[in-house]
C-alpha cells in the first residue's frame, strides 16, 4: 500500500523515532506474512513528517501486551476462574490499555504542536483481538472484535457516512482500512482488492454479516472458521480434536490464565464454563445468540428448537458459500517439512465437515 502511496507523491513512515519529551518509541513493527523487496517506508523518524507532506504514518503501540503484575478490583467474564492470577492478569490488561491511551493522547498531542491536525486522518485500531485466553487467534468475539476509531480534520469536508461524535454500528473488517485509506488520497481502489472502501462518496455496500479465519499459529496447527451477523456468531472447528488448550509455547509463556485452567481443571474447581475451555476436543460446531449470550457461553448447535436449527444451518450455508467464494487455501494444510520449520510437532490433522 505504501508504494502505492508513494505513487501518489505522499511520503511514507513507519515511526519508530518520536520526539525525546514524549518519553516513549514506536515498535516499528513489520512482521508481515508476505516478502517485500526494497524499502516499504521512507523514514521511521516522526520530525520528518512535517516536510515530508503529505504524508502517511502509522505509529505501532506494543500494549495491550503486558507482563503479568498488578492486582486490582475487575469483573472477569464468566469463562475465567474468579483467581488471583486472573484477576491480576486482567487488571494489568486494563492497566495497559489506559498507558495506551496515555501515549495515543501524547501522539495526537504532538500532532497539534506540529500545527498538522487540521490536516491530518486519523484512524486508531487494534490489529487482534485480546492478547488473552480464548481471545487473540480464536474466532469468538474477543479475539474479533477490535478497537476503531476515526478523527477527521477540520481542513476537508467530512466525507459521506462520517458523522462526528457518533457510534457507526457497520460492520468493518480490517481489510477495508487499505481501499479506504488509498480512497481519500485519490487512488483507485485496485481490482483484486477484497476489502471495501467505507467512507466518502464511492462507500461500498454495507455487509450483512463479517467473517474470520484461523489456521496455524506458532506451532498450534487448527483450522477454525467463522461467520457473524447482527445476532449470531457461528463457527465451524475443522480440526475438532485439536483443543483449545493445545500446546503453546506463546501462550503458555505470556497466559498466565492458560496454565492456570489446566491446573483448576486438574483439581476439579471450574465451572462449566470454565470447564469447556479444557476439553480434549471442541465442538464441530458453535453458534451463539449474542443479543442473549455476549459472553458466548451457551452454544446452541446441539439445541432441538427450531429457531435455533434455522439460524444454525442459515450460517453454516452463508460459511460455505464464502469459503468457496474467497478460494480459503486453509482446506489443504501447509506440507509437513514447512509446519515442521515452525516448531509443529503434532501431526497434522484432517479438516473435515460437520
Same mark, same amino acid.
Given at each position: 500500500?505504501t508504494?502505492?502511496?508513494?505513487?501518489a507523491g505522499?511520503?511514507t513512515?513507519?515511526?519508530?523515532?518520536?520526539?525525546?519529551?514524549?518519553g516513549f518509541?514506536?515498535t516499528?513493527k513489520?512482521?508481515?506474512?508476505?516478502?517485500?523487496?526494497?524499502e516499504?517506508?521512507?523514514?521511521?523518524?516522526?520530525?520528518e513528517?512535517?516536510?515530508g507532506?503529505?504524508f502517511y504514518a502509522?505509529? #505501532? @503501540?506494543?500494549?495491550?501486551?503486558?507482563k503479568f503484575?498488578?492486582?486490582a478490583?475487575v !469483573? +472477569?467474564? /464468566?469463562?475465567?476462574p $474468579?483467581?488471583?492470577?486472573?484477576?491480576k492478569?486482567?487488571?494489568q490488561y486494563?492497566?495497559?490499555?489506559m498507558?495506551l491511551?496515555?501515549?495515543?493522547g501524547a501522539?495526537l498531542?504532538q500532532l497539534?504542536?506540529d500545527?498538522l491536525?487540521?490536516?491530518?486522518?486519523v484512524i486508531?485500531f487494534g490489529d487482534?483481538?485480546?492478547a488473552?485466553?480464548?481471545g487473540?487467534?480464536?474466532?469468538?468475539?474477543?479475539?474479533s472484535?477490535v478497537?476503531m476509531i476515526i478523527r477527521?480534520p477540520?481542513?476537508f469536508?467530512a466525507p459521506? #457516512? @462520517?458523522?462526528p461524535g457518533?457510534?457507526d454500528n457497520?460492520?468493518?473488517?480490517?481489510m !477495508? +482500512?487499505a /481501499?479506504?485509506?488509498? $480512497?481519500i488520497?485519490g487512488?483507485?481502489?485496485?481490482?483484486?482488492?477484497?476489502g471495501?472502501?467505507?467512507?466518502?462518496?464511492?462507500?461500498?455496500?454495507?455487509?450483512?454479516?463479517?467473517?474470520?479465519?484461523?489456521?496455524r499459529?506458532?506451532e498450534?496447527?487448527?483450522?477454525?472458521?467463522?461467520v457473524?451477523d447482527?445476532t449470531?456468531?457461528?463457527i465451524r472447528?475443522f480440526?475438532?480434536?485439536t483443543?483449545?488448550?493445545?500446546?503453546?509455547?506463546?501462550?503458555?509463556?505470556?497466559?498466565?490464565v492458560?496454565?492456570?485452567?489446566?491446573?483448576?481443571?486438574a483439581e476439579?474447581?471450574?465451572?462449566?464454563?470454565q470447564?469447556?475451555l479444557?476439553?480434549?476436543r471442541?465442538? $464441530?460446531?458453535?453458534i451463539?445468540n449474542?443479543?442473549?449470550?455476549?459472553?458466548?457461553i451457551?452454544?446452541?448447535?446441539?439445541?432441538?428448537?427450531g429457531?435455533?436449527q434455522?439460524?444454525?444451518?442459515k450460517?453454516?450455508a452463508?460459511?460455505?458459500?464464502?469459503i468457496?467464494e474467497?478460494?480459503?487455501?486453509?482446506?489443504?494444510?501447509?506440507p509437513?517439512?514447512?509446519?515442521?520449520?515452525?516448531?509443529?510437532?503434532?501431526n497434522?490433522p484432517?479438516?473435515?465437515?460437520?
Open positions: 500500500m508504494d502505492w502511496l508513494r505513487d505522499y511520503f513512515a513507519n515511526v519508530r523515532t518520536l520526539p525525546a519529551a514524549l518509541k514506536g516499528g513489520t512482521d508481515w506474512n508476505f516478502n517485500y523487496e526494497g516499504p517506508f521512507d523514514t521511521d523518524n516522526w520530525n513528517l512535517k516536510a507532506q503529505p502509522q505509529v #505501532n @503501540f506494543s500494549e495491550t501486551h503486558r503484575k498488578a492486582p478490583k !469483573d +472477569l467474564p /464468566p469463562y475465567y $474468579d483467581h488471583p492470577v486472573a484477576r492478569d486482567w487488571a486494563l492497566d495497559a490499555a498507558d491511551d496515555r501515549k495515543v501522539v498531542k497539534a504542536d500545527g491536525t487540521d490536516n491530518t486522518v486508531f487482534n483481538g485480546q488473552m485466553v480464548r487473540k487467534q480464536f474466532c469468538y468475539e474477543e479475539g472484535h478497537p477527521w477540520r481542513n469536508p459521506k #457516512n @462520517f458523522k457518533t457510534v457497520r460492520f468493518v473488517e480490517a !477495508d +482500512l /481501499p479506504t485509506t488509498l $480512497d488520497v487512488v483507485k481502489k485496485p481490482a483484486k482488492m477484497q471495501q472502501i467505507i467512507l466518502g462518496d464511492r462507500t461500498e455496500k454495507s455487509r450483512q454479516y463479517t467473517f474470520g479465519a484461523r489456521d499459529c506458532d498450534t496447527i487448527m483450522r477454525i472458521r467463522t457473524r447482527s449470531y456468531r457461528y472447528n480440526t475438532p480434536e483443543p483449545l488448550l493445545a500446546p503453546n509455547n506463546y501462550k503458555q509463556t505470556q497466559y498466565p492458560w496454565n492456570l485452567l489446566k491446573q483448576l481443571y476439579g474447581k471450574l465451572t462449566p464454563a470447564e469447556f479444557c476439553q480434549a471442541m465442538p $464441530d460446531e458453535e451463539y449474542l443479543e442473549a449470550d455476549p459472553h458466548q451457551h452454544n446452541l448447535a446441539r439445541s432441538d428448537k429457531e435455533d434455522a439460524a444454525l444451518k450460517r453454516r452463508v460459511l460455505d458459500e464464502w468457496i474467497t478460494g480459503d487455501k486453509g482446506r489443504e494444510f501447509e509437513a517439512e514447512v509446519a515442521a520449520a515452525r516448531g509443529a510437532t503434532m497434522t484432517k479438516a473435515r465437515q460437520p
